[in-house]
């Protein structure tokens, strides 16, 4: 039986890599899998300069150790031979062929013993032919008369990848003890889930030397569903037990009809994965951090997350006990913050601002790497800002969550507002399309996927100018709600405000309500979003060149959550905002995966409550009548006592707000709290 290539990695099941080991001929490193990541940039987008093609991937290689048990590890370091059609790293680097690499040339100093029977995984980011879909680049590795690797790469284009992975656990837990593993299957055959393994590294303080775990057992399949259709869409959910917070390589073992069995693979930081909701920079001139009227308003706003650190007079007083703001920055030293007390209490590694802009020089991605790295062997996950969607894909995968920086209104942008044709003849520079936000998330999901993924997004904030003419120069509540929600229907798990300064809310006061309601219902929704995956998504036409609905759905083991998003919006001519119209008939269709057919329950959803709907389930799919604009967010489920579930949530939310007895929004005497805090001195 030969390896089938139709997963779109390059497969080889471990027991024909043990029967290519017993050939004394054969080389002792075999690439057990190949993951191909192909680039692509959107055609949504507009810039000044049209971006060059996305040719390139990025492409994960599994490399196993197949000598005979006791034979002598290989010893890997910078010195090591290893090229790729006859370049080293370094030159495809030079040559602009590669974006970046973590191969053992990227690591001056460092040694990895590889001992028989393990694994270790190389990454780089292809930037050209041959190093993307279809190309067959030539890897070499170890000494040029008996390499340890001669091998042609196949990377072709997938047809099954996994497209999500994701680890959970209990809210107050340092590790995750459960797993979930969405997978896409574009294919044309039908493929059903066998088993799973995980390999981990023995020893966290060598993160790149993995070794097979038990295979998984009592996967529960999605809907108890092992068969993926062509076209469609599954997984499973698994129980592990305490999962160590280093890096792992995953290993999907599938089936076609007629018993061919193919691997999918993905390499990733193992992290518990929780929904939090930032403020930005809460801290520092003029952000009274220790001021329990500020952390108040924070609270209220469902804040959980900001850019801080360890700050005296807060962390060590009695106030973070009340008001608990997880940490999100460079982390260091490490050896204070990598400690089982402060993981419960951090967010992830954030200290590379922007690295495309990088303060005016761009940091080449080989640099982030390197300036990422130290952290590998702690338990701390890194984070990456992306900036601009037309080169960000020479960025993907350098960071274990991440997330993006831009926004759509009265704010400064890569992209070139005024060439959007989006309203005919009316060019504006103060906005452009809201629904971009949603193409920018998918853009960044698949080019970091399996990854979790998260999103900055605008906020009101005092710090803008004026942009086009507009003299508000902070997003409306409507154009705060629909940026958020564009990006919540592409399943983010974090969400990042910008930036809810106490000048901010006292000077945008008209946005604090509809940041509450959204905080309530991201708390309401986050379970399904951290344990689903985005699956369908249509943007629909009304009439000849005219918009009308987004329509999304994030689909997990236990429910659907569909997204509708109102497009049939324009710009005000005179105050220079988009405007919504009012609620209008609709009727719209969310295909599901086949493991969510059995829909018992569908109702529509917002902070204020659960409502009914009339729906149906037709050709595999839920058609909704209703009439709404702007967005609106619905929840299928096969199981009929979710809905009280929820309501029983939302009623604990509000009565945790009522419990504050602070509402800035509503009454006036907390607002002159807000307003005589920031007119202290």
Not at 292 to 320: C, M, W
Request: proline share 9%; net charge negative.
């Amino acid at each position: 039986m030969k390896a089938s290539t139709l997963w779109g990695t390059v497969m080889v099941t471990l027991g024909i890599s043990l029967a290519l080991a017993a050939r004394a001929d054969t080389p002792p490193l075999v690439v057990a899998g190949v993951t191909v990541t192909p680039h692509f940039k959107l055609d949504t987008m507009r810039y000044a300069h049209e971006p060059e093609p996305a040719t390139g991937a990025r492409v994960q290689l599994f490399l196993h150790h197949d000598a005979a048990s006791g034979s002598a590890p290989l010893i890997i370091n910078a010195e090591t031979r290893v090229t790729f059609d006859g370049k080293p790293p370094a030159e495809l680097l030079a040559s602009h062929v590669w974006s970046w690499h973590d191969t053992p040339a990227a690591t001056p100093g460092e040694t990895l013993e590889l001992p028989p029977g393990a694994m270790t995984v190389w990454t780089f980011n292809g930037r050209t032919a041959p190093f993307g879909p279809g190309g067959r680049p030539h890897a070499e590795a170890g000494p040029p008369e008996k390499p340890w690797l001669s091998k042609d790469l196949l990377l072709d284009k997938p047809a099954c990848w996994l497209s999500a992975v994701t680890f959970l656990g209990p809210e107050s837990a340092i590790t995750p003890d459960t797993l979930i593993v969405h997978i896409a299957n574009a294919g044309e055959e039908p493929v059903k889930i066998t088993a799973c393994r995980l390999w981990l590294p023995a020893d966290p303080q060598k993160p790149r030397v993995l070794f097979p775990q038990p295979p998984l057992s009592s996967l529960e399949m999605f809907g108890g569903m092992a068969s993926i259709a062509a076209g469609d869409r599954g997984g499973f959910i698994v129980k592990t037990g305490p999962l160590p917070l280093t890096y792992a390589a995953v290993e999907v073992t599938l089936t076609r009809p007629g018993g061919e069995t193919g691997v999918l693979w993905g390499h990733l930081r193992i992290k518990p994965e929780r929904f939090d909701i930032s403020g930005g920079w809460v801290n520092g001139k003029g952000n009274p951090i220790a001021n329990e009227v500020f952390l108040k308003a924070l609270k209220r706003l469902y804040v959980n997350t900001a850019h801080l650190q360890i700050t005296p007079g807060y962390s060590d007083t009695d106030l973070y006990q009340k008001y608990p703001i997880k940490y999100f920055g460079p982390m260091t030293p490490l050896e204070i913050y990598d400690t089982d007390e402060m993981l419960p209490k951090i967010h992830a590694v954030e200290f590379l601002g922007e690295p495309q802009y990088g303060g005016g020089r761009p940091v080449p991605p080989q640099e982030v790497w390197e300036k990422l790295h130290p952290y590998a062997v702690t338990r701390l996950a890194t984070t990456v800002t992306h900036s601009e969607e037309r080169i960000w894909r020479d960025y993907a995968g350098l960071s274990d969550f991440p997330h993006y920086d831009a926004y759509r209104v009265t704010a400064p942008s890569p992209d070139a507002w005024r060439k959007y044709d989006r309203w005919g003849k009316q060019r504006i520079g103060w906005g452009s399309p809201l629904e971009t936000i949603g193409d920018m998330c998918r853009s960044l999901r698949e080019l970091n996927r399996p990854m979790p993924c998260a999103i900055w997004s605008q906020g009101p904030h005092e710090g803008w100018g004026r942009y086009g003419g507009r003299k508000r120069t902070s997003p409306t509540p409507d154009e705060i709600r629909m940026q958020a929600y564009h990006a919540l229907s592409t399943r983010i798990t974090s969400l990042y405000w910008f930036n809810l300064s106490l000048k901010t809310l006292v000077k945008w006061r008209d946005t604090l309500d509809e940041l509450g309601r959204i905080g309530r219902e991201l708390r309401m929704i986050d379970e399904f979003l951290l344990e689903g995956d985005a699956c369908s998504f249509e943007r629909r036409e009304k009439g000849k060149d005219k918009l009308d609905w987004d329509l999304a759905s994030v689909c997990g083991p236990r429910a659907a959550l569909l997204f509708a998003l109102d497009l049939d919006y324009t710009p005000d001519p005179d105050e220079k905002v988009f405007t919504f119209g009012p609620p209008r008939n609709a009727k719209w269709r969310f295909p599901l995966p086949a493991y969510l057919q059995n829909i018992a329950d569908v109702f529509r959803m917002d902070a204020g409550g659960l409502y009914d709907v009339k729906w149906t389930i037709r050709d595999g799919a839920v058609e909704i009548r209703e009439k709404a604009s702007r967005a609106v967010l619905f929840l299928a489920t096969p199981d009929p006592g979710l809905r009280k579930m929820l309501e029983h949530k939302r009623e604990q939310l509000i009565a945790t707000e009522n419990a504050l007895q602070f509402d800035p929004a509503r009454n006036d005497a907390d607002f002159a709290q807000l307003e005589q805090l920031a007119a202290d001195p």
